[in-house]
């Protein structure tokens, strides 16, 4: 019989593992830093793939519930330069293959499709250690333990569980990501929103670059992308909104006035993301009682890539699980050296940078963009 599991965090992957857990008849709990599912923003949208999200999604047994909330003509995009002069243009035709959701709906929708009690909310975790014969003990915040023959990390850059397994800590790439809403913009700002059409846009230029999504209801969602030392806000209060989008829009002086809105107009506070990513290859030696599934196990820059392969390795694990109730430590060996075949052959994140915000952009992103395009 499977052992006791304790899934340390309740990101997409680590819900897409519960479910599939729960769908084979195996209990779970999930413990979850957050207090609860509305504490904060969940991200913008994210293009679920067929090679790897939407069967996750399939061994969950939520396809459906999946595409009903597929935002329909998000699959188009544009690429402008600074001076908001469109250089490629693909409207969504109904061809594509990875449709946009909501991170947020996907994640309520998981939630949505465990039994209560699941997950355990304010559950933050202080430190894990070993217990011996494969068991561990995980100690909270508030003082709290829980002990669990089988811990699995789903708990992202900073994880709390990866010590267990190995001594990698994510370094720096030389990007930090500002992160701004603009709401009902098609009213307020509609330059703006003429200016990133129906679905995202990428405004590009050598160190700077804005990625733009348009979400529900007019909100377009803006991910301020700059090659810049770590410390490029040394001087300034990061807790000062108006200061840092200073900072920020003026990396962009002389850009179009409709590009730079998305700095100075936005409704919300910049949220300040640097950019990191595990080392390359990353893997460790079988440890007993204990793996990694995301951001935990094998973290790169955001890319298209990371919810998709979180929910993979969440919905993969689950089924090892199901299919060697009796072994643990068999089915973890089987999860662990397939997903580190699995995301070697992927690896190449910050390469996706260099295409962006490299010293040929924004043409080196529209030949990419172009020839992927001709691929499909």
Same mark, same amino acid.
């Given at each position: ?229 770590? %410390? ?5 209060? *990061? !807790?000062?909104?108006? #200061?840092?989008? /200073? =900072?920020? $829009? &003026?990396?962009?002086? +002389? ?70 109730? %009796? ?5 973890? *060996? !089987?999860?662990?050296? #397939?997903?580190? /075949? =699995?995301? $070697? &052959?992927?690896?190449? +994140? ?27």
């Amino acid at each position: 019989m499977t052992p006791p599991i304790t899934v340390v965090g309740a990101g997409l992957g680590g819900l897409v593992l519960a479910r599939v857990l729960h769908r084979n008849g195996i209990p779970v709990t999930v413990c979850e830093a957050e207090t609860s599912s509305a504490a904060r923003t969940q991200g913008g949208l994210l293009d679920i793939h067929p090679w790897n999200g939407q069967p996750a999604l399939e061994a969950a047994g939520l396809i459906e519930e999946f595409r009903g909330l597929v935002l329909p003509g998000r699959e188009s995009y544009r690429v402008l330069d600074r001076a908001g002069t469109v250089l490629l243009d693909r409207p969504d035709d109904g061809t594509g293959v990875r449709p946009e959701v909501a991170r947020g709906e996907l994640r309520q929708m998981l939630l949505d499709s465990l039994p209560d009690g699941t997950v355990r909310w304010g559950r933050k975790v202080s430190g894990v250690r070993a217990l011996g014969g494969g068991g561990h003990e995980v100690r909270f915040t508030d003082g709290a333990t829980v002990k669990t023959s089988l811990l699995i990390g789903a708990d992202g850059a900073w994880s709390r569980v990866r010590p267990l397994l190995s001594g990698a800590t994510p370094r720096y790439v030389g990007v930090t990501s500002v992160e701004y809403f603009l709401c009902d913009a098609d009213t307020r700002h509609p330059a703006t929103a003429a200016a990133v059409g129906a679905g995202s846009l990428f405004a590009l230029a050598p160190g700077r670059g804005l990625l733009v999504y348009r979400e529900r209801g007019g909100t377009l969602h803006a991910y301020v992308q700059l090659t810049v030392a770590r %410390d490029w806000l040394a001087g300034i209060d *990061a !807790a000062d909104g108006a #200061a840092v989008s /200073a =900072r920020v $829009a &003026a990396e962009f002086d +002389g850009w179009a006035p409709e590009l730079t809105a998305l700095i100075t107009g936005s409704d919300t506070a910049p949220v300040v993301r640097p950019l990191h990513a595990l080392p390359a290859g990353h893997r460790w030696a079988r440890v007993p009682g204990v793996t990694l599934i995301g951001d935990a196990a094998h973290l790169e820059p955001p890319n298209g890539e990371g919810a998709n392969t979180a929910m993979q390795d969440g919905a993969e694990l689950g089924r090892a699980l199901a299919a060697h109730p %009796d072994d643990v430590e068999v089915a973890l *060996a !089987a999860y662990e050296q #397939a997903m580190f /075949a =699995r995301t $070697a &052959a992927d690896a190449g +994140g910050e390469d996706v940078y260099e295409l962006m915000l490299g010293d040929d952009a924004p043409h080196s992103w529209v030949a990419m963009m172009g020839g992927a395009e001709r691929a499909s």
